[in-house]
């Protein structure tokens, strides 16, 4: 992986910059292109113009690590309230949480407790709650706590990441529980001992896994997302669905606002299953950070409104 790469996934994690950086007005407005706003109400009307183009979303109050268990309650409160929301509102609307938001560091007790009262209202209200998957150190926790309310909550998924040398074997272990994953190649800063370090073995991997988990899917009514804005992967991965007898418009893609719009419009004109993932809130910056260290070249965009703001 690259130099900028580094760097930026380091700036990710710095107390000063995570401080200093979200106030610079031209930082704030190089943000909308990947987020329509903090504000929940910006996220809807955004999830509204999507839908007008047939085309769901996922959505995800930004925030990590909480420092305490009564910030992780607010969090579970906040989707539990959103549900109500995105019912009263009659959209497609599904959610994606961090389990380190919702109290991870502090005690795995109450996350979970924290988990199921969010999957109870997705239950009421016919909704699908996502978990994202954090650094690595969170891979073990995070796949336990799936286990656990799978067993209950079919309305669950998970997040795995193509870049760890270890999810092929997560993969096989998952998958006698009928998961819904999401395959994404990972957003974090691993050593090489964990995570690959060249970006043509993640991307093989990721292939290998998608296979994987379309053949362990077929069948057990489990929901697999594609979620990259690689199109020679999409184009992979639809073709050996075809190849194992899974229709094109059973293949869900998943893909972050404001990120390759040209080929969301077009897969939603084609008819593709496509979901947009929408974030909001105000702990914007590791987030955003973790995007632009994506694409070093998003650097340039950021600082040409230097001169436009
Ligand atoms: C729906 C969804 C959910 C995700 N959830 C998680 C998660 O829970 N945990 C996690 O670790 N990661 C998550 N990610 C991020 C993921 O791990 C990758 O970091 C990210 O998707 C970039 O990789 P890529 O698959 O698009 O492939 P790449 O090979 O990086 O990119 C493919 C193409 O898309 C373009 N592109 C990719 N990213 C950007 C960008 N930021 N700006 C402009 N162009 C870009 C590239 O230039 C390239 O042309 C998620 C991604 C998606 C789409």
């Known amino acids: 992986m690259g130099l900028s790469r580094n760097i930026l996934l380091w700036a990710s994690q710095n107390k000063y910059l995570l401080k200093h950086v979200p106030n610079y007005k031209f930082v704030r407005k190089a943000l909308k292109r990947f987020m329509p706003g903090e504000d929940l109400e910006e996220a809807i009307a955004a999830a509204r113009l ?11 109050y930004l925030g990590e690590s909480v420092k305490d268990l009564n910030e992780a309650g607010e969090v579970r409160d906040h989707y539990i309230a959103l549900f109500e929301k995105i019912a009263a509102a009659k959209l497609d609307i599904e959610i994606s949480v961090k389990l380190t938001q919702l109290g991870l560091d502090l005690s795995a007790e ?49 997040c795995l990441q193509s870049y760890l040398r270890r999810t092929k074997k997560d993969v096989e272990d998952l998958l006698p529980i009928s998961p819904s994953i999401r395959l994404v190649k990972g957003a974090y800063n691993e050593p090489k001992e964990i995570a690959f370090p060249e970006k043509r073995d993640v991307d093989t991997n990721y292939f290998e896994l998608s296979k994987m988990l379309l053949k362990g899917a077929s069948g057990n009514g489990a929901r697999i997302a594609f979620g990259t804005h690689d199109t020679i992967l999409h184009q992979q991965v639809i073709k050996a669905a075809g190849e194992m007898g899974i229709r094109r418009d059973m293949v869900e893609i998943q893909m972050l606002y404001g990120i390759k719009v040209n080929e969301q419009e077009r897969l939603a004109a ?14 914007w910056y590791k987030w955003y950070v973790r995007r632009l260290a994506e694409r070093p070249a998003n650097i340039g965009f950021v600082l040409k409104n230097i001169f436009t703001s």
Not at 52 to 57: E, K
Not at 130 to 139: L, T
Not at 145 to 151: A, D, E, G, N
């Open 50 to 60: 999507l839908k007008a183009n047939s085309t769901p979303t996922v959505f995800t």
């Open 110 to 158: 109450s996350t979970y407790r924290n988990l199921k009262a969010v999957a109870d209202k997705a239950v009421a209200l016919r909704n699908m709650v996502w978990i994202d998957m954090e650094r690595s150190n969170y891979v073990d926790a995070t796949i336990d706590l799936y286990k656990k309310i799978r067993k209950d909550y079919a309305n669950t998924g998970l």
């Open 270 to 283: 084609e008819g593709y299953n496509l979901r947009v993932l929408i974030s909001y809130g105000k702990a």
